[in-house]
């Protein structure tokens, strides 16, 4: 409405869509080695995905760059009454994982997502190289990462800070 377009909601949204679809088939914009840092962290952490992003380009992602099998769990915010940055995203896939949200730790690359990551009571890891570090992403959240190493060693050292079992620890 507030810039004139004719299309419902869902067909600007199915139309969005479509073209990140077709866009992800030539060029899947990942960040060079997160394939091999997915794998790792999946050998010691059951992973999930609890994304703002549509199921098909949730699904797509993981399919093209050969990780799905790396997660347990994947959650699009389709599936849930309101998205980030309230909880729900989060909390319902803590509940699919069938852990408590006090043994999930998330990797986050937006304030909307560690805003809603620390509403659910879950740890926060914030992540993204590209933000400088004077980000209010870095501001909003303790624990950072700025490169792929970095994250590893987060992951580690924040489920090491708080009394968690193998078989609880949880990545989101």
């Given amino acids: 409405d507030e810039v004139g ?3 419902a909601p869902e067909e600007i949204s199915d139309e ?22 997915v794998r790792e962290l999946a050998r010691s952490f059951p ?4 994304s703002s992003s549509n199921r098909p ?11 799905a099998d790396c997660f347990a769990v994947t959650v699009s915010s389709e599936e849930v009454a309101r998205g980030k940055p309230a909880p729900d995203v989060f909390l319902l896939a803590a509940n699919r994982l069938t ?13 909307l997502g560690i805003e809603a990551a620390k509403a ?13 570090a004077a980000s209010p ?21 924040v489920s090491l800070h708080t009394p968690l079992t193998k078989e609880t620890r949880q990545m989101i």
């Avoid at 380009?57 to 990780?67: C, H, P, Q, S, Y």
């Avoid at 659910?120 to 400088?132: E, K, N, Y």
């Fill in 5 to 7: 377009l004719p299309q």
């Fill in 16 to 37: 969005v869509v479509r073209r990140m679809l077709d866009r992800y088939r030539v060029d899947l914009p990942l960040i060079d080695g997160a394939v091999a840092v």
């Fill in 47 to 50: 992973l999930a995905v609890a």
């Fill in 120 to 132: 659910a009571g879950m740890r926060v890891i914030g992540f993204d190289p590209q933000l400088p």
């Fill in 57 to 67: 380009l949730i699904d797509a992602v993981l399919d093209t760059a050969g990780i």
């Fill in 99 to 111: 852990v408590p949200v006090l043994d999930c730790i998330v990797i986050e690359d937006s304030l």
């Fill in 137 to 157: 992403l870095w501001a909003a959240e303790g624990a950072v990462a700025r490169s792929l190493d970095e994250l590893v060693r987060e992951a580690d050292v």
